[in-house]
T-cell receptor, first 112, second 112 residues
């Protein structure tokens, strides 16, 4: 059973549009979420992290976290073709130390 | 900044063969990780190590061995390669708990 669920599996967004990605953990010990971006043929790179309830914004990227429901979402506004990538959500549980659990990812395609 | 190098970049082996993948980092990070990524999907943790000579099993450790020879290097051995082993193996490192993980470029394994 996948402890970190991501939806949708894939997403097509017009250039300039908004992409919204979701991630939920089923592990009640999770207290930190990460979003990584992986361009095709490249390795994952950290995009944003969040551990407090609420919202965090960095440029065109906004992350929300609801700790009660263990749900996080990533929103990309003014999407660019260079945002086309696999977006991976990962969760840190306070009982698991350095160990991250990754979801299977959401593949985003931004159409010019 | 720092860099993670993985060797070899491509590895072709025969079914049943023992194969070794190597990873070096110069971030001076304490923790190192080995992940497997199948066909553009999420990452599954094989082994990780929080310090030199330490070894912790991940969710996918069966069929693999690992060794943390020194702080900067972490190797992974596929004990008996199977045809369904074909995947990209990613090495990562981080400073410790709740710290960003940095990834190497990966080793693509093909089993004939």
């Amino acid at each position: 059973q996948q402890k970190v669920q991501q939806s949708p599996e894939s997403l097509i967004v017009p250039e300039g549009g908004m992409a919204s990605l979701n991630c939920t953990s089923s592990d009640r010990n999770v207290d930190y979420f990460w979003w990584y971006r992986q361009h095709s043929g490249k390795s994952p790179k950290m995009l944003m992290s969040i551990f407090s309830n609420g919202e965090k914004e960095e440029g065109r990227f906004t992350v929300h976290l609801n700790k009660a429901s263990l749900h996080t979402s990533l929103h990309i506004r003014d999407s660019q073709p260079s945002d086309s990538a696999l977006y991976l959500c990962a969760a840190n549980a306070n009982s698991a130390g350095n160990k991250l659990t990754f979801g299977i990812g959401t593949r985003v395609l931004v159409r010019p | 900044g720092g860099i993670i190098t993985q060797t070899p970049k491509f590895l072709i082996g025969q079914e049943g063969q023992k194969l070794t993948l190597k990873c070096q980092q110069n971030f001076n990070h304490d923790t190192m990780y080995w992940y497997r990524q199948d066909s553009g999907k999420g990452l599954r943790l094989i082994y990780y190590s929080i310090t030199e000579n330490d070894l912790q099993k991940g969710d996918l450790s069966e069929g693999y061995d690992a060794s943390r020879e020194k702080k900067s290097s972490f190797s992974l051995t596929v004990t008996s390669a199977q045809k369904n082993e074909m995947a990209v193996f990613l090495c990562a490192s981080s400073m410790g708990n709740y710290a960003e993980q940095f990834f190497g470029p990966g080793t693509r394994l093909t089993v004939l």
